[in-house]
């Protein structure tokens, strides 16, 4: 909710939040989608020069999940190559994504990953 109305520290502070609690206290898939909430927040947030490091943490979490869906596969990869463009070429980049995933959300397998994290919205928001 924070994320989406633009509150990306005190999204980042809750979603710090989920990261420490106790491990096995949430499921695993909604830990991956936290994980990628948590990019998205940085990224609004104008942290480019943390992406990085952030984002190879993120793929060590989705290393070790037993099951990912093409959203966390491809959101993830986006945040991978977004950080590293020129700023110049970045919104072509997330038009392009964008577009992706508008194509991903006809899939009927991934319509339930797109209901836990409303990507298309937030680039919506950058388009």
Not at 29 to 54: K, P, R, T, V, W
Not at 71 to 91: E, G, H, N, W, Y
């Amino acid at each position: 909710m924070h994320l989406m109305a633009g509150d990306n520290s005190t999204a980042i502070k809750y979603l710090n939040q989920i990261f420490n609690m106790e491990v096995g206290s949430l499921r695993e898939d909604i830990q991956g989608y936290s994980q990628l909430m948590f990019l998205m927040a940085h990224y609004d947030a104008g942290n480019y020069e943390i992406m990085d490091y952030l984002v190879k943490g993120a793929k060590q979490f989705f290393d070790k999940m037993h099951e990912t869906n093409t959203l966390q596969i491809k959101t993830l990869a986006f945040f991978r190559k977004v950080v590293k463009l020129p700023i110049s070429d970045r919104k072509k980049f997330i038009q392009q994504f964008y577009h992706d995933l508008q194509a991903l959300e006809q899939d009927i397998f991934e319509q339930r990953s797109m209901l836990y994290l409303d990507i298309i919205k937030w680039l919506g928001r950058k388009v």
